[in-house]
C-alpha cells in the first residue's frame, strides 16, 4: 500500500505546480487535464481545460498528489509540510522563495534546539515548515 499527502486547489493547481518546480525543484511524474481526450468522460465539461483532475509531483523525492479538485478552499489549520534540508543557505533561500507573496507565520531563526527554522505559508496558502536537517 502506498500513502501520499494529497493537496486540493481552488482552480490554480497548474500554476502552483509550475511554483513548486521553480521554488522546490518539483518534478511532475503524471499529470492529467480536464481537457485530455483520455480524462474521465463524467468531468464537468464547464471546467477548464487547464482544470488538473490528477497529478503526481515529487518533493525533495516525495510523491504528493495535487488536483484542483476543491471548489472552495477547505480549511485544514493543522497540517504542514516540512522541508529538513542540509544547510543553513539551502533553508534561507527556499524559505525566502515561498515567503515571496505569502506570510511568514514565524521567522526564520534559531530554535530552542539550536537548528534554524521558521514556518511560512506560501502564495497558495500551503504551511511549510522549513528547517536544518537533524538527526
Request: charge should be negative; charged fraction near 20%; include cysteine.
Amino acid at each position: 500500500m502506498l500513502n501520499f499527502p494529497s493537496i486540493s486547489f481552488p482552480g490554480n493547481c497548474d500554476e502552483a505546480i509550475t511554483y513548486y518546480k521553480e521554488v522546490l525543484g518539483a518534478e511532475v511524474k503524471a499529470i492529467i487535464y480536464n481537457g485530455n481526450d483520455w480524462a474521465d468522460p463524467n468531468m464537468d465539461k464547464s471546467l477548464p481545460q487547464n482544470f488538473v483532475t490528477y497529478s503526481e509531483v515529487l518533493l525533495f523525492g516525495t510523491p504528493v498528489i495535487m488536483t484542483d479538485g476543491a471548489r472552495k478552499k477547505m480549511s485544514c489549520d493543522n497540517f504542514s509540510f516540512t522541508l529538513s534540508l542540509n544547510t543553513e543557505e539551502e533553508v534561507t533561500d527556499i524559505f525566502n522563495k515561498l515567503a515571496d507573496g505569502g506570510e511568514v507565520v514565524e521567522a526564520l531563526g534559531t530554535e530552542f534546539s539550536g537548528y534554524l527554522m521558521g514556518c511560512v505559508n506560501d502564495r497558495f496558502g500551503i504551511s511549510w515548515t522549513v528547517s536544518i536537517y537533524f538527526e
